[in-house]
């Protein structure tokens, strides 16, 4: 079951999971503090994506180990329509296995884990297409 954490947006407004329960299926994409976002494959991916996401009955939460402030920047420079959140004190990347590297999440609406990756070294996080792909077998299982 997906651990329910409050992050801090790029707007200041503190975001649970668990204000997704029960209305959206969930992709949580854990980067390091040095991700560079408007180079990053997976999340320029997933931004492209994100009209299928949605039609999916999905939401993305990209969670940066890095401070508000930081991530206030980086959400303005990429424009991406989906929340990213600050993980400053690397709490959520601890309490979900990710450690300080890449980590993506794909739970249903009830907040269980359909799939789970850690990159390793040299083997990079599934694509934007795989993650939705994860999302549309959750819909054919749980098509509330």
């Not at 980067?31 to 494959?41: A, V």
Request: hydrophobic share 45%; aromatic share 6%.
């Amino acid at each position: 079951m997906l651990p329910d954490v409050s992050l801090i947006a790029a707007d200041g407004a503190s975001v649970s999971l668990s204000r997704y329960q029960h209305s959206r299926n969930l992709v949580v994409v854990f980067l390091g503090p040095d991700s560079e976002l408007r180079t990053n494959s997976l999340v320029l991916g997933l931004k492209k994506q994100y009209g299928a996401i949605r039609e999916a009955e999905g939401e993305v939460l990209v969670v940066l180990r890095t401070s508000p402030a930081q991530v206030q920047e980086i959400a303005a420079a990429l424009a991406a329509p989906f929340p990213i959140l600050a993980d400053g004190d690397g709490e959520a990347h601890a309490r979900f296995g990710a450690g300080g590297g890449p980590a993506a999440y794909v739970a249903d609406r009830f907040g269980e884990i359909h799939f789970a990756a850690r990159a390793a070294e040299g083997v990079p996080l599934p694509s934007a297409l795989d993650l939705l792909g994860w999302l549309n077998y959750i819909e054919l299982l749980c098509p509330e």
